[in-house]
Structures are given as structure tokens and as C-alpha cells.
């Protein structure tokens, strides 16, 4: 009766385990299928950003023409900028009398828009400013262009660069300073007479 006990508990034992390893294979495979649905999942994703890297096109050949040029542009700008800058520290710092360099800059100033305006009625001087292509420009020195106004040779520095580029040549004295000041006024008048206009055509 003991044998046949045994051998009741020893088949359930056997079923248990069978049901056990059953069970945990089912479980597995059902693990990997979902595995594989989601790596399956993945890779659509996966490929569309690989395709999305392959599909965005570097920059074109004229686009970095165009920033190399901007660049070159803006470099001779900075250039330019500086070397002004550094003539009018070294102009400023050989000024004997700053009280006439002011009066010089007034003058410069008042008598530069008073001939600004009066070339308005000399044709040559009331042309507008094109460029390369033949339009207008919207910026010169000194001015930028406002609207339909037209900047003309007029508005353009003239006088001015030339009288600072001679005071560079003079030594250090009241003369000097007096025409260091009607320079920079000179300079500043066709701009100034520009935007005047501007401000009364309105």
C-alpha cells in the first residue's frame, strides 16, 4: 500500500513538473515573439532616421559661396572700421585745443548741408547711387536709405574724407584742430542733409 502511495505521489510530481515546464516554455516563446515584434518595431524607426540623415542634403556649393562672401564682406568692414578708428584716436590725441575742434566741427557741419542742399539743383550731383547691377543702393557711409527716398551722389561723403586725410599730413597745432573738427562736421553733412530731407518730405 506504500509502494502504490508512492507511486501516486511520484506521477503527480511528474505532471506538476511537466505542467511547470510547459508553462515556462510557452512563456519564453511568448517573451520572444514579443521581443521580435519589438525590435520589428524599432527598425522602421531606426531606418526612417537613417533616412531622414541620408535625405537632408549638405549645404549647397552657393550657399557657402554666399557665407564665404558675407564673411569677406564683413571682414573688410571690421578692417575698415578699425583703421577709421585708429585715425581718429591718433587725430584726437594730438588735439591741442578741443574748444576749436568743436567750432571747426559746426562749422563743417553747417556750411557741408548748406552745399549739400544746393547741390540738389546741379543734375550730376542729384543722380541716384546704383550698384553693380545698376539699383539703387540702401546704404552708403553715413546714411541709410529711408523709404522711397533715393540716396544720390550728393549724400555721399565727399569733402569731408579729404579734408581729414590732408589734416593727417599737419603737425600738431590750433589750425589743426580747427580743421580736424570742419572735417569730421564736413563729413557728416551729407548724411545729416539726407536724413533733413527725409524728415521735411514727410
Avoid at 568692414?77 to 584716436?89: G, H, L
Amino acid at each position: 500500500m506504500l509502494a502504490a502511495m508512492f507511486n501516486v505521489r511520484s506521477k503527480n510530481v511528474q505532471k506538476r513538473a511537466a505542467s511547470v515546464s510547459s508553462r515556462s516554455v510557452q512563456r519564453r516563446a511568448s517573451q520572444g515573439s514579443t521581443y521580435a515584434e519589438q525590435a520589428a518595431a524599432l527598425k522602421p524607426g531606426a531606418n526612417s532616421f537613417a533616412s531622414q540623415q541620408a535625405s537632408a542634403s549638405p549645404r549647397s556649393q552657393t550657399d557657402e559661396k554666399a557665407d564665404k562672401k558675407r564673411l569677406a564682406q564683413l571682414a573688410t568692414a571690421a578692417t575698415e572700421a578699425a583703421v577709421e578708428d585708429d585715425a581718429k584716436s591718433t587725430a584726437a590725441s594730438d588735439v591741442k585745443s578741443p574748444l576749436l575742434r568743436r567750432i571747426g566741427d559746426r562749422v563743417g557741419l553747417g556750411l557741408g548741408i548748406l552745399v549739400t542742399r544746393a547741390l540738389k539743383y546741379v543734375p550730376s550731383w542729384n543722380t541716384p547711387i546704383v550698384d553693380d547691377k545698376g539699383e539703387d543702393v540702401h546704404s552708403i557711409p553715413g546714411a541709410e536709405r529711408e523709404g522711397d527716398h533715393k540716396l544720390t551722389r550728393r549724400h555721399a561723403e565727399f569733402v569731408g574724407p579729404k579734408i581729414l586725410s590732408y589734416v593727417e599730413t599737419m603737425s600738431p597745432g590750433r589750425v589743426r584742430d580747427f580743421l580736424l573738427g570742419f572735417g569730421e562736421g564736413a563729413k557728416r553733412a551729407p548724411g545729416e542733409t539726407y536724413r533733413r530731407e527725409v524728415d521735411e518730405s514727410e
